[in-house]
């Protein structure tokens, strides 16, 4: 890993209205950016961090993405999450200050060093900041609850459908199509991650195309029929195509 030396600007980010940024005025940003000016890229398959590294900062997704993989005490790994642009990474080392899970690049990616103890000072002076942690930390909460329904009680077509309907929903808030994206995690990262085996997931994909909800090349994905894939996923979906 490499550390740029561009300096980093929130005004021109293109995923600025979905990270730290969002709502703050032009002079809160400018003070912002004195705290976050570092930006750090990583290439597909290094860590950001690993389990057990002290807490310092968190870090802003600027483009790419990243898996997050907890180690059991047998050895055993789990796939947690995967990151995408706009998002924040490190939120889980919070309370204990230590990082319970590592964050692996799944495509070469850059992220920018949010450091923490400085963040939290300007949050104490730029309330609109202090807010937006707040509404962050709240987002974690909210996706580990849908982490435990997905896992849950549900199917495995409906564990890939109700995935698949949540990284479109993502993508479009990001300005990108919602029915057409990459998937830039492997076959067996999605099988570790809905605790399925990678001959399910592959039979699954191809049962969903076979069913015409969605057209597969590769890691490349069309979602054809939005309305039936949100009902095999057993969610509601309301956004409209961007692009």
């Known amino acids: 890993m490499m550390d740029s030396s561009v300096a980093v600007s929130c005004s021109n980010c293109s995923v600025r209205r979905l990270c730290l940024p969002a709502g703050l005025s032009q002079a809160d940003i400018d003070r912002l950016e004195q705290?976050?000016?570092r930006k750090k890229l990583v290439k597909a398959g290094?860590?950001?961090y690993r389990a057990g590294d002290p807490f310092s900062n968190l870090y802003a997704i600027r483009s790419g993405s990243f898996k997050t993989v907890v180690i059991a005490a047998d050895?055993?790994?789990q796939v947690t999450h995967f990151a995408l642009p706009g998002e924040l990474l490190g939120l889980d080392a919070y309370s204990d200050r230590v990082h319970p899970s590592y964050a692996e690049a799944l495509e070469d990616s850059s992220v920018c060093l949010l450091p923490?103890?400085?963040l939290e000072i300007l949050a104490h002076q730029v309330q609109a900041l202090q807010q937006q942690i707040y509404t962050i930390f709240s987002e974690e909460l909210r996706q580990e609850n849908d982490i435990l329904m997905l896992l849950g009680k549900?199917?495995?077509d409906t564990r890939l459908a109700a995935l698949l309907i949540n990284i479109s929903s993502r993508?479009?808030?990001?300005g990108y199509s919602h029915s057409k994206f990459i998937l830039s995690m492997p076959r067996t990262d999605i099988a570790n991650y809905l605790g399925l085996t990678a001959e399910t997931v592959s039979r699954l994909f191809s049962r969903l195309q076979r069913e015409k909800l969605i057209k597969v090349s590769g890691r490349a994905v069309e979602i054809v029929d939005l309305v039936g894939l949100s009902e095999l996923a057993g969610t509601h979906c309301s956004y409209e195509e961007s692009h």
């Open 171 to 174: 993508y479009s808030r990001r």
């Open 116 to 118: 923490f103890t400085q």
């Open 46 to 48: 290094e860590t950001l």
């Open 75 to 77: 050895g055993d790994t």
């Open 35 to 37: 705290v976050t000016r």
């Open 154 to 156: 549900r199917s495995a």
